[in-house]
């Protein structure tokens, strides 16, 4: 070897075993190198194998294994695992900057929470993006309390938590992260703390279990089972919102422009608003500045009647609230078999699943009523039709199994038929269970932040419970029509005596409807 190479090859030499010395003596100080992130598994002691301590007690019993498991959960949408998404139909597509087109310096962000059952919030999203809602303008807010695990690809996706980020990202969906799990009423005030931090003078917020779309069939007179009375100004107003231009018309507008517009009108009519439903809380607009005046959302009062809590002070307070309609609402439980069919693919006909069905006997007793409430739907729509001449022209629309039409609007029948099959099915046991979709995905053991599904589906009801006493405690008032059933002021929270309770001193108070599984110590 040349000796000039050797020569400088010599400090390299050394400089390396010195760094190994030095390492070695480091990682011997502190213990194990925290600071430079070794594999901390040699120092921890293995998990005993069967780890319930030796003891004298006798053995817990268990509950009954449930008899009963819903399917394994599929991937909805197997496109997009591939390929980016398809395009949208093409009157659908949001004109760049659209919001400046209704004075608005800035587009109003979309909030849409999400903590379980993944296949539901991509339906909702993609329902939005192909309704016409820009997809840099809606928000996932994940909160499953499992930290960064989704954003690192930690879930299964049979875990209810699961949610997949890439896929988000690939719609071009914004998604951010609650710290920690956060309650229905937390959320809420999670979204006004957004509104703070980008500084959003008004949001809309939505649900993972709704299926939207833009009016693109020209005016829908099905009466959907979360519909309620729809709030007009006048004449004009009301024919505007009943009478929509179709997509194949001049004046049509999808339901992302709609809201633009009803924001727009709001601000043109100076009102102290406070709210606007889109078919009660399914899609709402909110206005920053009434949250702020009356407090938020009570974080005491965990989930439901949380929103009772909430109009109630709004209302209270002078701030309106309105039932408005800007496009095509379904409050839904299930899931489409392939969220293809909402990017109007023609060898993809539409259909949806239930990934929670009811135990089969459940579901047999209540199929009868389902098909009675099917074919009372059906009636209803051709009487409406029938009386008005703008329904006459429209066949029928139909579930198919022939190929689907290239035309996106032929396509659509179908699919706004499919909407209101799902709706209707969410609410085939009238108002009962429908929410069991919550609770019935039940896989990701093991995985982090595990948390048992049913267990979890239980301590919510626990806590809607506890909840609802702590409403009644509030208001004095049992039920959620603060405004038309009481004279209560925002000043009376927490003053007034019970209004169910007869005022004698000799009756001992009872309380209705005190949740059973509650703690009854603490007072
Ligand atoms: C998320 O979706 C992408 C694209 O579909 C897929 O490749 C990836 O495996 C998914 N991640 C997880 C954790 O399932
Ligand atoms: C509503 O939109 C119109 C244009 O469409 C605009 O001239 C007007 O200033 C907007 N109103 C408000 C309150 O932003
Ligand atoms: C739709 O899905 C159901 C099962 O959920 C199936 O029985 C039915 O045949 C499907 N219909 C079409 C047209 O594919
Ligand atoms: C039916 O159409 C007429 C206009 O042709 C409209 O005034 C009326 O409100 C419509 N009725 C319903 C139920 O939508």
């Not at 998604?175 to 957004?194: C, G, I, K, M, R």
């Not at 729809?230 to 004009?236: A, C, G, S």
């Not at 009647?305 to 409050?331: E, P, Q, Y």
């Not at 509030?474 to 029509?481: A, F, I, P, S």
């Amino acid at each position: 070897m040349n000796i000039r190479v050797a020569r400088s090859i010599l400090p390299i030499l050394c400089a390396i075993v010195l760094s190994f010395v030095l390492f070695y003596a480091y990682t011997i100080r502190s213990g194990g190198g925290d600071v430079l992130h070794l594999p901390s598994i040699p120092f921890i002691k293995p998990k005993p194998t069967d780890r319930r301590p030796p003891t004298t007690h006798a053995p817990p019993s268990f509950k009954p294994t449930p008899t009963f498991t819903p399917a394994a959960v599929t991937d909805p949408f197997p496109l997009l695992a591939t390929s980016t998404p398809p395009p949208i139909p093409e009157y659908n597509i949001p004109r760049p900057n659209l919001h400046a087109e209704y004075g608005l310096d800035r587009a109003p962000p979309l909030y849409i929470g999400f903590t379980r059952q993944w296949p539901m919030l991509l339906q909702a999203v993609v329902s939005y993006i192909t309704a016409g809602w820009p997809a840099d303008g809606i928000f996932v807010v994940e909160n499953t309390g499992v930290y960064n695990s989704n954003r690192d690809g930690k879930l299964s996706l049979q875990n209810p938590f699961y949610l997949n980020h890439t896929t988000l990202k690939r719609l071009g969906v914004n998604v951010l992260q609650t710290p920690v799990l956060l309650t229905f009423a937390q959320l809420q005030n999670f979204f006004l703390h957004e509104a703070y931090e980008h500084d959003h003078p008004y949001y809309f917020y939505s649900h993972q279990d709704a299926v939207v779309f833009s009016f693109e069939d020209g005016p829908d007179n099905t009466h959907r089972p979360s519909d309620g009375e729809w709030d007009f100004y006048d004449e004009n107003d009301k024919e505007d919102m009943m009478l929509p231009a179709s997509a194949r018309q001049p004046g049509y507008r999808t339901i992302y422009e709609n809201c633009l517009r009803e924001l727009n009108q709001t601000l043109e009519r100076g009102e102290r608003w406070g709210i606007r439903w889109f078919q009660y809380d399914h899609l709402s607009l909110v206005n920053r500045e009434a949250m702020e005046a009356v407090g938020g959302y009570d974080s005491m009062i965990p989930y439901y009647i949380s929103d009772c809590d909430f109009n109630g002070k709004l209302l209270m307070d002078g701030w309106t609230a309105k039932h408005r309609r800007v496009g095509i609402i379904n409050d839904v439980s299930s899931v489409m078999t392939n969220l293809g069919a909402l990017y109007r693919i023609p060898h993809i006909t539409p259909n949806f699943s239930d990934p929670n069905p009811m135990t089969p006997e459940r579901e047999a007793k209540i199929k009868a009523d389902k098909e009675k409430a099917e074919k009372e739907a059906e009636e209803k729509k051709k009487e409406e039709a029938a009386k008005n001449a703008t329904e006459a022209g429209k066949p029928a629309p139909a579930r198919r199994d022939t190929p689907m039409p290239e035309d996106p609007v032929e396509y659509f029948r179908a699919l706004n038929q499919l909407g209101i099959d799902m709706g209707l099915h969410k609410y085939r046991d009238k108002d009962n269970l429908r929410n069991t979709w919550q609770v019935t995905q039940r896989g990701g053991v093991g995985e982090p932040f595990y948390y048992d599904a049913m267990g979890f589906g239980r301590a919510f009801e626990i806590l809607t419970e506890a909840g609802k006493g702590v409403y009644r405690e509030k208001w004095g008032h049992r039920d959620c029509d603060l405004i038309s059933g009481t004279a209560l002021r925002m000043e009376d929270q927490w003053h007034v005596e019970k209004d169910w309770e007869k005022p004698k001193e000799e009756d001992k108070p009872k309380e209705e409807n005190k949740p059973k599984e509650g703690k009854k110590d603490g007072r």
